[in-house]
C-alpha cells in the first residue's frame, strides 16, 4: 500500500512512524516544502512547548455555576500519557537521543486572582482526589505560591488575594527537536522516504480512489499516486482542502491572526529558580490559545523565559508563502445552511 503525508511536522512524522513500525512493509513518502522537517510550526520557538496534560490550562475543566466537568482533562491527561509511552520506545530504540534533547520535567502551575479563587480551589479539590492528579497541592499562602513561582509573583503587592496549584512532574517539550529525530529516523532506519524542498499544490481523489497529488520540486512539477493521503500540513492544509474535491471544503477557511511570545533568554541558575510554566486565566469567552504563560524554556542546552501569547495579524498560512494565500483561501459561498 502507497502513502503520501504531506508535511515533515510532528504530525506527518509520528503518523509516518507510527505506521511502519505497525506495518513495516507500507511504502511511505513525505512530501515538505522547507528544507528540513519540524521547521514550521513545530519548531521549537513556534509554539510554547507544554506537555498538555490538563495539569494548569482551565480550559480542560469547564465550570458550570458549582458543577466543574473533567472529562476533558481526564481524557487529554490519558492521551499525553500514550505520548511519552511511544517516545520512551522511541529512545529505548535509540531511533531518538536522549529524553532531554526533546523533554523536560517543569512545573505546571496555574494562578489566579480574587475572581477566580473559588473555581481554582473547585478545579482542585476535584481533580485531586483522581490518581491522575493525585500530587496537585494547591495555596493561597503568598510565600508558598513565591517558592513555587518566584518570577510570576516579584513585584507583587503581598496584600492582593491570589490562589495557586501546582504539580512538580509537568513537561516542557521541544516539538521541533522531537520531529527533527524522528524524521532522521524514519527515513535512514524504516525507509521513509522524504522528498523535501516539495511543496503540493494540489490534492485530489481521482475516479478509481487513488489520490493524486501534483507538486513542485525545485521548479519542477511532479505528480505522486497514493491509496492513502495524510494531510499534515499544518496551515497549509487549507489552501489544498479548498482545491481538494472534498464536498465539505467550503465549510472552512483560517483566520489570518497567530500567536507571538515575548523571549528572553535565562542562565541556569534563573531556570533552576524558576524551572515553570504558569498559567493564568484568559477572559471568559476568549479562545484557548489566548491564555495568558509564562514558560520556561530547554531549547539545544540553553533555556529561555516565553511570556504571551501576543495575538499577531499575519495574513500568511505558513512560513514562508505568499502575503495573499489567506485571501486566495476565502470563496465566495451563499449558503444559509452554515
Ligand atoms: C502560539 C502557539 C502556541 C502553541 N503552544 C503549544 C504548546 O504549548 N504545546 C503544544 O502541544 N502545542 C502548542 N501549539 C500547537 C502546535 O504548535 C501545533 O499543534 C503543532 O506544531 C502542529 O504540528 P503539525 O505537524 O500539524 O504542523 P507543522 O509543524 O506546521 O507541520 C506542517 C508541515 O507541513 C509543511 N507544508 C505545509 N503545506 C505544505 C504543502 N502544500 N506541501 C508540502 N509541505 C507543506 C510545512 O512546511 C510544515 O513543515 C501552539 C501553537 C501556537 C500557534
Redesign the pocket.
Given at each position: 500500500m502507497k502513502i503520501v503525508i504531506?508535511?515533515?511536522?510532528?504530525?506527518?512524522?509520528t503518523f509516518a512512524t507510527l505506521a511502519k513500525e505497525l506495518a513495516p512493509d507500507l511504502d511511505i513518502t513525505i512530501?515538505?516544502?522547507?528544507d528540513a522537517?519540524?521547521?514550521?510550526?513545530?519548531?521549537a520557538f513556534?509554539?510554547?512547548?507544554?506537555?498538555?496534560e490538563a495539569n494548569c490550562e482551565l480550559n480542560y475543566t469547564p465550570v458550570d455555576g458549582e458543577v466543574i466537568s473533567l472529562e476533558k482533562a481526564l481524557k487529554i491527561h490519558a492521551q499525553f500519557n500514550v505520548a511519552k509511552q511511544f517516545w520512551a520506545y522511541l529512545v529505548e530504540k535509540g531511533a531518538v537521543k536522549q529524553p532531554k534533547t526533546f523533554i523536560n520535567q517543569t512545573k505546571h502551575c496555574t494562578l489566579v486572582s480574587e475572581s477566580s479563587i473559588e473555581e481554582l480551589k473547585l478545579r482542585f479539590e476535584e481533580m485531586s482526589v483522581h490518581h491522575f492528579f493525585e500530587h496537585m497541592r494547591y495555596s493561597e499562602d503568598f510565600d508558598e505560591i513565591k517558592s513555587w513561582i518566584p518570577f510570576t509573583m516579584d513585584g507583587r503587592p503581598r496584600h492582593e488575594k491570589m490562589a495557586a496549584t501546582v504539580i512538580e512532574t509537568g513537561t516542557d517539550?521541544n516539538?521541533g527537536s522531537l520531529?527533527e529525530q524522528m524524521a532522521a529516523h524514519a527515513e535512514h532506519s524504516l525507509g521513509v522516504k522524504i522528498e523535501y524542498g516539495?511543496?503540493?499544490?494540489r490534492a485530489y481523489r481521482s475516479p478509481t480512489g487513488r489520490w493524486i497529488i501534483s507538486?513542485d520540486t525545485k521548479g519542477d512539477p511532479v505528480e505522486y499516486k497514493a491509496d492513502v493521503l495524510f494531510v499534515?500540513?499544518?496551515?497549509?492544509?487549507f489552501?489544498?482542502l479548498k482545491k481538494s474535491h472534498l464536498p465539505f471544503r467550503s465549510r472552512y477557511t483560517g483566520f489570518p491572526v497567530?500567536?507571538?511570545?515575548l523571549q528572553a533568554p535565562i542562565s541556569e541558575e534563573q531556570a533552576q529558580l524558576y524551572k515553570a510554566k504558569t498559567y493564568g486565566r484568559a477572559k471568559v469567552g476568549a479562545p484557548p490559545?489566548s491564555v495568558p504563560h509564562l514558560?520556561l524554556r530547554a531549547v539545544e542546552g540553553k533555556h529561555y523565559l516565553l511570556f504571551?501569547?501576543f495575538a499577531s495579524f499575519k495574513p500568511l498560512l505558513?512560513?514562508g508563502r505568499g502575503f495573499f494565500d489567506y485571501l486566495g483561501s476565502i470563496r465566495y459561498m451563499i449558503s444559509p445552511a452554515y
Amino acid at each position: 500500500m502507497k502513502i503520501v503525508i504531506i508535511g515533515a511536522g510532528i504530525m506527518g512524522t509520528t503518523f509516518a512512524t507510527l505506521a511502519k513500525e505497525l506495518a513495516p512493509d507500507l511504502d511511505i513518502t513525505i512530501l515538505e516544502r522547507l528544507d528540513a522537517a519540524g521547521a514550521g510550526n513545530s519548531w521549537a520557538f513556534n509554539n510554547a512547548g507544554t506537555g498538555h496534560e490538563a495539569n494548569c490550562e482551565l480550559n480542560y475543566t469547564p465550570v458550570d455555576g458549582e458543577v466543574i466537568s473533567l472529562e476533558k482533562a481526564l481524557k487529554i491527561h490519558a492521551q499525553f500519557n500514550v505520548a511519552k509511552q511511544f517516545w520512551a520506545y522511541l529512545v529505548e530504540k535509540g531511533a531518538v537521543k536522549q529524553p532531554k534533547t526533546f523533554i523536560n520535567q517543569t512545573k505546571h502551575c496555574t494562578l489566579v486572582s480574587e475572581s477566580s479563587i473559588e473555581e481554582l480551589k473547585l478545579r482542585f479539590e476535584e481533580m485531586s482526589v483522581h490518581h491522575f492528579f493525585e500530587h496537585m497541592r494547591y495555596s493561597e499562602d503568598f510565600d508558598e505560591i513565591k517558592s513555587w513561582i518566584p518570577f510570576t509573583m516579584d513585584g507583587r503587592p503581598r496584600h492582593e488575594k491570589m490562589a495557586a496549584t501546582v504539580i512538580e512532574t509537568g513537561t516542557d517539550v521541544n516539538f521541533g527537536s522531537l520531529t527533527e529525530q524522528m524524521a532522521a529516523h524514519a527515513e535512514h532506519s524504516l525507509g521513509v522516504k522524504i522528498e523535501y524542498g516539495t511543496h503540493v499544490k494540489r490534492a485530489y481523489r481521482s475516479p478509481t480512489g487513488r489520490w493524486i497529488i501534483s507538486a513542485d520540486t525545485k521548479g519542477d512539477p511532479v505528480e505522486y499516486k497514493a491509496d492513502v493521503l495524510f494531510v499534515g500540513a499544518g496551515g497549509g492544509a487549507f489552501p489544498l482542502l479548498k482545491k481538494s474535491h472534498l464536498p465539505f471544503r467550503s465549510r472552512y477557511t483560517g483566520f489570518p491572526v497567530g500567536g507571538r511570545f515575548l523571549q528572553a533568554p535565562i542562565s541556569e541558575e534563573q531556570a533552576q529558580l524558576y524551572k515553570a510554566k504558569t498559567y493564568g486565566r484568559a477572559k471568559v469567552g476568549a479562545p484557548p490559545m489566548s491564555v495568558p504563560h509564562l514558560d520556561l524554556r530547554a531549547v539545544e542546552g540553553k533555556h529561555y523565559l516565553l511570556f504571551g501569547p501576543f495575538a499577531s495579524f499575519k495574513p500568511l498560512l505558513e512560513k514562508g508563502r505568499g502575503f495573499f494565500d489567506y485571501l486566495g483561501s476565502i470563496r465566495y459561498m451563499i449558503s444559509p445552511a452554515y
